[in-house]
């Protein structure tokens, strides 16, 4: 019904810098919001940004200033610019919608599959 794909991820140095997509399909008429969460070996899953759909976005404190978040309402689609990566950034990072609505009716909790990022020191 709803699907969430990433894109982007893969082996850069320390100090490089990557770029995620996530696109939603699906018959939909509206996400309120996305975000990105990652989840390192051995470490629970944690936000990295949200966004809204007007644009109010929200970091962790340890991506704030090198981490922006973006969307394209039209394409249902959420970004993840991130620079100056870190080894302690290297993690599985993951799509997430909270609310979607369908010709189906609303979507709770969507999760993309996930897409690796390492960084390497």
């Known amino acids: 019904q709803v699907q969430l794909v990433e894109s982007g991820g893969g082996l850069v140095q320390a100090g490089g810098s990557l770029r995620l997509s996530c696109a939603a399909s699906?018959?939909?008429?509206?996400?309120?919001?996305m975000g990105w969460y990652r989840q390192a070996p051995g470490k629970q899953r944690e936000l990295v940004a949200d966004?809204?759909?007007?644009?109010?976005?929200n970091y962790a404190d340890s991506v704030k200033g090198r981490f922006t978040i973006s969307g394209d309402n039209a394409k249902n689609t959420v970004y993840l610019q991130m620079n100056s990566l870190q080894p302690e950034d290297t993690a599985v990072y993951y799509c997430?919608?909270?609310?979607?609505?369908?010709?189906?009716?609303?979507?709770?909790?969507?999760w993309g599959q996930g897409t690796q990022v390492t960084v390497s020191s």
């Open positions: 997430n919608a909270p609310i979607i609505a369908t010709t189906k009716g609303l979507v709770f909790d969507s």
């Open positions: 699906g018959i939909i008429f509206s996400i309120n919001a």
């Open positions: 966004i809204t759909r007007g644009g109010s976005a």
